[in-house]
């Protein structure tokens, strides 16, 4: 059974930072490509960044220059610095193409 495991969230003030990481269990997790994603309340789910098993990454325009993603052979990991308001979101991980379950997230909440 694959599930994905993020932590790393709390409540942060503008302009501080934070780090997430992501676990996953039921497959290899060195041979597949992974994501983060995040929704905001009353919001679609959006691709944040994505990080191939090869390390080719993409950003979404929001978050680039901001966060950094990265990853070894068994976890993945999302440097958030400088975080806006705009940040506020349950982080979640997951394969690109997975279309099971997703797991239960991590909340960052950025607030003055």
């Known amino acids: 059974q694959v599930q994905f495991v993020e932590s790393g969230g709390g409540l942060v003030q503008p302009g501080e930072s934070l780090r997430f990481s992501c676990a996953a269990s039921?497959?290899?997790?060195?041979?597949?490509?992974m994501a983060w994603y995040r929704q905001a309340a009353g919001k679609q789910r959006e691709l944040v960044a994505s990080?191939?098993?090869?390390?080719r990454i993409n950003y979404a325009d929001s978050v680039r220059s901001r966060f950094t993603i990265s990853r070894d052979n068994f976890r993945m990991y999302l440097q958030m610095n400088s975080l806006k308001h705009e940040d506020t979101a349950v982080y979640y991980c997951k394969r690109p193409f997975d279309v099971g379950p997703w797991g239960q997230g991590t909340q960052v909440t950025v607030s003055s």
């Open positions: 990080i191939s098993t090869s390390r």
């Open positions: 039921g497959f290899v997790f060195g041979f597949y490509d």
